[in-house]
């Protein structure tokens, strides 16, 4: 199986701060991967897949980039409804595997 | 609009099983794949399986594997999860997520979520 490993496991950020989360794959996984933001209580939301490509409605303050094995997603300027779990998932091949996630958190 | 809404809760003993439903809308329900997910309190999102609502083919986790059945009823466009022998931890949130289209690989991302369905096993 392939292993993702996420980082931080907690980011403690204040509103406009630029904010980083890697994500790393135990193998290449070329492009195949996804980031959600997930609220308490609340499903996961797709914000990013295929590493860079924005779903439709996430603000461009969210972007991700990466290949091979390690990815990062970026929030340009962090914004109150942004503290929130992220998660990273990788989609090369089955099973379809999930980082640890990262919890940012209000400083 | 595109919505996946899931049964409700369930308390099960060890040992039992347990069968969650998801009933899709606001798309074509056989164009698109659709996956189990889980989410153990503490725990990482677990991928359970894969249905192909059009033949109905899955593919499913080897942790799984022997454990769930996943199937659909196209007429109500809704998908099912069996899992039999049930043990605490097995206690978790699970949901339903939607794949890609029929066309196109059915390893991917997931772009449509269900509210999610707490399943708890206790004595």
Known sequence: DIQMTQSPSTLSASVGDRVTITCRASQSITTWLAWYQQKPGKAPKLLIYKTSILETGVPSRFSGSGSGTEFTLTISSLQPDDFATYFCQQYNGYPLTFGGGTKVEIK | ???????????????????????????????????????????????????????????YAQKFQGRVTMTRDSSTGTVFMDLSSVKSDDTAVYYCARGEALIAAPASNFDYWGQGTLVTVSS
């Open chain 2, 1 to 59: 609009q595109v919505q996946l809404v899931q049964s409700g809760a369930e308390v099960k003993k060890p040992g039992a099983s347990v069968k969650l439903s998801c009933k899709a809308s606001g798309y074509t329900f056989s164009a698109y794949y659709m996956h189990w997910v889980r989410q153990a309190p503490g725990q990482d999102l677990e991928w359970m399986g894969i249905i192909n609502p059009s033949s109905g083919s899955t593919t």
